[in-house]
């Protein structure tokens, strides 16, 4: 099994950044893909990046390009979410996920069903 726990959440204004770390543990050999979620007050968990530990490549949802960026610290076993020009929209819980299964090419998993292993959440806030 993998256990997963974020850090890095708080309080932040509007125009400012945060950098979201998730700490894997366990069976982190047997990880193909990793994600980070959301979920905003009053709306669904979405599926907002992913990074596929094969190869490292990565997808970032296009209404977040250009200002989340997904990346990984193989050798700390960490991913992080790097989130810039944050706006108010942008508050919500964060949550990293990870999984086993292997994807059809092309196939990029952004939904709940698709991960197994969570973490706990860290709440971010952009707010003046």
């Known amino acids: 099994q993998v256990q997963l726990v974020e850090s890095g959440g708080g309080l932040v204004q509007p125009g400012g950044s945060l950098r979201l770390s998730c700490a894997a543990s366990?069976?982190?050999?047997?990880?193909?893909?990793m994600n980070w979620f959301r979920r905003a007050p009053g709306k669904e968990r979405e599926g907002i990046s992913v990074l596929f530990n094969k190869d490292g490549s990565t997808y970032v949802t296009d209404s977040l390009k250009g200002r989340f960026t997904i990346s990984r610290n193989n050798a700390k076993n960490m991913i992080y979410l790097r989130m810039n020009s944050l706006k108010s929209e942008d508050t919500a819980v964060y949550y990293c996920a990870a999984d086993a299964r292997i994807r059809p090419t092309g196939y990029v998993p952004l939904r709940i069903e698709d991960y197994g292993a969570w973490g706990q959440g860290t709440q971010v806030t952009v707010s003046p």
């Open positions: 366990g069976s982190i050999f047997s990880i193909n893909t």
